[in-house]
């Protein structure tokens, strides 16, 4: 047989990829706990836990189990009109541990498909009160996704060009720091007086698509209250910061303001189904529950609440309230503070930052993004046996909960001595 890397050229488009200088996908045959194996049977340290959602590790029997077991019992059924055991007790689950103002869960697919939903939300509602209210703000480089609502919302130019001339109304705002808070909100305060803003959208604490860019829970929370005074619509994207990454189960835990609508995904399923939850409170589920057909919500997935994904995301909602995990947690976020005491002072490090078990650190060098040292460092770190995904001269980690301390070990090792490599090089 031709291997999976040859074979894969002939009908395969991959997701961000261009392929005429980036065509060589590497075949995987295998995955348990932090480690995924290639098809010459070579172990790469997953220290990404594959785009933050295989966070229990892959494969983890516990959830496998479940999957199997309700796979004999009822497999998919329409969600309109009909509902599941598998799906009330993920509701019931996941509302015991939800902000408290959250009330009501709106499935689908993806994180995309949760923030165009969540966004939805938000103009409906003010389109259901009567109340003319279309442009929707938004942090500069945030990301929320790659459909329509979510890709106008989202501020990376290199995924947007082409689209921008259909997006809806956008308006963004930069994420403040120390210098820049109190200019901020004196813009927003004056932008806010139109009245004719729906919603706001925002990473809480970190941003990941920007390279992990965080920000002050405070700071986003003196936002967050200015708009509430306003009644805009507040939109947490916790797609990729939600389950434990941030240290608290989700991030919006470490902000006193409480968002109007939560959108979940990624870890959501520990990576072993495709699923996401738009949560909302009260007030956003009242404005649509009417005597009239139209003032409801018509927006629905074929795949909605799939039984397989929801006993999924049942079982990996009791792992990461485990003690067990919530120990790893804790071993993940001091080993990275110790990791960061060392590797902060060397001369080729820019800067570091951390939020629970997320850690960046930016390299001292001046090249574009996607510059060939992005490359050349992801090439290192996997002939080195550890997969990492740099972003820009961005290195994170945000490795699966489940990763050994021998395992840790190599990984910021490999950062390290990848320090050395000769960052000017074309
Ligand atoms: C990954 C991500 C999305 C998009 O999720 P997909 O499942 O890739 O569509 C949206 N928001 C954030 C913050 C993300 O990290």
């Known amino acids: 047989m031709e291997k999976l890397t040859t074979r894969d050229r002939k009908h395969l488009w991959h997701p961000l990829t261009q392929h005429k200088t980036h065509g060589h996908m590497l075949g995987i045959t295998k995955a348990e706990g932090a480690v995924l194996t290639d098809e010459d049977g070579r172990a790469y340290i997953d220290a990404i836990a594959s785009w933050y ?61 949760a923030t165009e939903i969540g966004i939805k939300m938000a103009l409906q509602y003010f389109h259901n009160l009567g109340e003319k209210r279309n442009v929707m703000l938004a942090f500069e480089e945030g990301f929320h996704g790659d459909t329509f609502g979510a890709m106008s919302v989202s501020g990376l130019s290199a995924y947007n060009g082409p689209f921008e001339e259909h997006f809806i109304q956008v308006e963004r705002i930069p994420v403040p720091d120390e210098d820049t808070i109190e200019e901020v909100l004196q813009h927003l305060e004056k932008r806010l007086q139109k009245k004719d803003v729906a919603g706001f959208i925002y990473e809480p604490l970190v941003q990941g698509a920007a390279a992990m860019k965080m920000h002050r829970p405070e700071h986003l929370c003196r936002i967050l209250r200015l708009m509430k005074m306003f009644g805009v619509i507040t939109i947490a994207d916790e797609v990729m910061t939600g389950f434990g990454k941030t240290g608290t189960l989700f991030a919006s835990d470490q902000l006193t303001i409480k968002p109007d609508i939560i959108c979940l995904s990624k870890a959501l399923t520990a990576g072993l189904l495709p699923m996401a939850i738009t949560s909302c409170s009260r007030k956003i589920y009242d404005a649509f529950y009417d005597d009239t057909l139209q003032k409801g919500f018509f927006h629905g997935h074929t795949y909605t609440a799939n039984p397989l994904a929801c006993r999924a995301a049942l079982a990996a909602l009791q792992l990461l309230l485990s003690g067990e995990m919530q120990e790893n947690i804790n071993r993940i976020i001091r080993r990275h503070q110790e990791f960061d005491k060392r590797i ?27 510059g060939s040292l992005r490359d050349r460092l992801y090439s290192y770190f996997m002939e080195e046996g550890v997969f990492l995904r740099p972003l820009g001269n961005t290195i994170y980690l945000l490795p699966p909960y489940v990763i050994s301390d021998a395992q840790l070990d190599k990984v910021y090792e490999v950062v390290w001595k990848g320090l050395d490599m000769d960052f000017e090089k074309e």
């Open 53 to 113: 959602t295989a966070m229990y590790g892959h494969c983890h029997p516990k959830i496998t189990g479940a999957v199997t077991d309700q796979m004999h019992k009822l497999d998919q059924v329409v969600f309109s009109g009909f509902t599941h055991e598998p799906a009330i007790a993920l509701s019931e689950a996941l509302m015991a541990v939800l902000p408290y103002n959250q009330e009501k869960l709106f499935f689908s697919d993806n994180g995309s498909t």
């Open 344 to 370: 902060k002072e060397h001369p080729r490090v820019a800067s570091t930052r951390q939020t629970g078990v997320i850690y960046a650190l930016d390299l001292a060098v001046q090249t574009a993004r996607y």
